[in-house]
């Protein structure tokens, strides 16, 4: 069971994964702050709250994309994140590298995938 002092941000644009995944979590024991759909409240969401742990959607709504937002959280966290993409391509991996993640999950996810890669991270 998680630890219910630990916060999970999820930043995804598909509403409904968002609710899957944020269901996921709480079954887990663990807290989310309401999902983001874009980078720049992604961002905000960090700077503001201080979450455990990000679960960041790589193609996001608006023009910075998953990675982009965490290269500026990187500026000024070292928080954990896990990438979630419909996009397994070298490319995306390579410039997801440059910030350090914990996991690149390839959707679709499992409820099983996230339980494991929530617990390796917190």
């Known amino acids: 069971m998680g630890d219910l002092n630990k916060t999970i941000l999820i930043v ?5 994964l ?6 996921h979590i709480k079954n887990m024991g663990y807290e989310t702050l309401d ?3 874009d980078a720049l409240s992604a961002i905000d969401a960090v700077k503001e709250y201080d979450p455990d742990l990000v679960i960041m959607d790589i193609i996001l709504e608006g ?3 998953g990675i982009d937002a965490m290269k500026q959280i990187r500026q000024f966290s070292d928080i954990p994140v896990i990438y979630v993409s419909g996009n397994s391509d070298q490319v995306h991996k390579q410039r997801a590298d440059e910030t350090g993640y914990v996991d690149y999950l390839v959707k679709p996810i499992t409820r099983n995938d996230l339980k494991q890669t929530i617990q390796k991270a917190i």
């Not at 995804?12 to 409904?16: A, F, S, T």
């Not at 968002?18 to 269901?23: I, K």
């Open 12 to 16: 995804e644009d598909n509403m409904l």
């Open 18 to 23: 968002s609710l899957v995944y944020e269901q």
């Open 35 to 37: 999902a983001r759909v």
């Open 63 to 65: 023009s910075m994309d």
